[in-house]
């Protein structure tokens, strides 16, 4: 015999009271299911906010519906980190009173355990604005340059990850990766770089490695916000290219490098290449969210986080050419480079099987101290 499935009695408007909301809920999701996707999104996020900001799961009977969150990673990455990051540039070259920064200042050594004895000026009233303070310079004898060691660390910061690339893909940290190419673009010209022609058949990675017998190896080091913030030649090379990349401005904070893949390819980011006595040299400064602006000492040319270049795109820009054969000399402990609060430097180099690191995943590191060595 076949059983109803009829409600009767105060089951009935229970049951009303259940299947109303649920038929009103799946004609509206009908309704946005027909919209544009930019319309979509638009509607879509002041629930996800709140579905990922309430507690006890307040949203999930919305799931059962067929509404489904924006994700995290892709919420996150809707955030306009460049045009808050631009802003936050204007706000810190706006000059304090005098009487303001100590304490604006005194806070931020506070918070980020900056050590002021170390500055080349410790008297806080001297920094007219943040973007002053935050580009402070050292003591000349407050990182005393390795000799010893082949290459060193080019800034203050923590060591996310190093060692050898493998499989054309660099490790951001522990257990996620992304491509090397999609880090580096396209190979550059080999009139640049003086590299033999590579034959169509090698990897990219294959591409890079100029001599018999090298290997390629990569170190990743995060500078916090509280760190020195200027960056240094890791080694003698001779820089031969700039490749500018606009993109996003995402935290590179080491929490956020583990939740979004590839996150060193989606940021903004400029590739210094060239070639050192081993072969192949790179150093990569990647920008995040507040430091849009990256400096080059000897590239007047570059300008980051700037409206007028789209993200998806890159600038290349040759420092070889007929009054220049060499490119620009770099010594090891020269000063390359600044960035505006902190970020991340990435080397990507070639070097002979017996290169060793003297690291440690995790570890803090100053500048000039040893990074490896043959």
């Known amino acids: 015999m076949c059983q ?26 009908g309704q946005l299911s027909c919209m544009s996707r930019p319309a979509l999104k638009l509607r879509s996020w002041p629930l996800t906010i709140l579905y990922y900001l309430l507690p006890f799961g307040a949203l999930k009977p919305l799931t059962r519906v067929g509404w489904r969150p924006v994700s995290r990673v892709a919420l996150y990455k809707s ?4 045009l808050l990051s631009r802003a936050w540039g204007r706000l810190n070259q706006v000059e304090l009173p005098t009487w303001l920064r100590k304490p604006v200042y005194s806070l931020y050594i506070w918070t980020f ?11 806080l009233h001297h920094y007219r604005n943040l973007s002053e303070f935050f580009r402070r310079k050292l003591k000349p004898q407050a990182r005393p340059v390795c000799c010893l060691h082949s290459v060193i660390s080019p800034s203050d910061g923590k060591i996310l ?10 490790e951001q940290v522990k257990g996620v990766t992304y491509s090397l190419e999609s880090f580096l673009g396209p190979r550059i010209s080999t009139e ?31 500078l916090a916000p509280g760190d020195y913030h200027c960056f240094h030649s890791p080694t003698d090379w001779r820089v031969s290219h700039r490749r500018h990349f606009p993109g996003s401005l995402m935290s590179v904070n080491p929490g956020v490098a583990r939740w979004i893949k590839e996150l060193f390819c ?25 430091v849009g602006s990256i400096r080059i000492y000897f590239d007047q ?32 402990g020269e000063h390359l480079g600044e960035f ?21 995943a995790g570890q803090k590191i100053r500048f000039g101290e040893a990074l490896g060595s043959l």
């Not at 955030?79 to 460049?82: D, I, M």
């Not at 990850?161 to 660099?170: L, S």
């Not at 640049?192 to 590579?198: I, R, V, W």
């Not at 989606?266 to 072969?279: I, S």
């Open 113 to 123: 355990g900056v050590n002021m004895k170390e500055a080349a000026v410790e008297d």
């Open 192 to 222: 640049d770089l003086h590299f033999s022609e590579a034959s169509p058949g090698n990897s990219f990675q294959q591409q890079l490695v100029t001599k018999e017998g090298n290997e390629l190896y990569h170190c990743v080091i995060y």
């Open 161 to 170: 990850n190093f060692g050898q690339v493998k499989n054309c893909e660099v």
């Open 266 to 290: 989606h940021n903004e980011r400029v590739v210094l290449t060239g070639d050192w006595k081993h072969g192949f040299f790179s150093l990569t400064a990647v920008g995040a969210t507040n």
């Open 301 to 332: 040319d570059l300008h980051t986080n700037s409206p007028c270049y789209s993200k998806g795109s890159y600038n290349d820009f040759s420092f070889v050419s007929n009054n220049n054969k060499e490119g620009i000399p770099m010594r090891k």
């Open 4 to 29: 109803s499935n009829t409600l009767q009695g105060p089951d009935l408007h229970t049951g009303k009271w259940l299947q109303f909301p649920q038929l009103a809920l799946r004609r509206r999701l």
């Open 79 to 82: 955030v306009p980190t460049r």
């Open 340 to 360: 505006n609060l902190g970020s991340t430097i990435v080397l990507i180099f070639e070097a002979p099987k017996d290169f060793k690191f003297h690291l440690k």
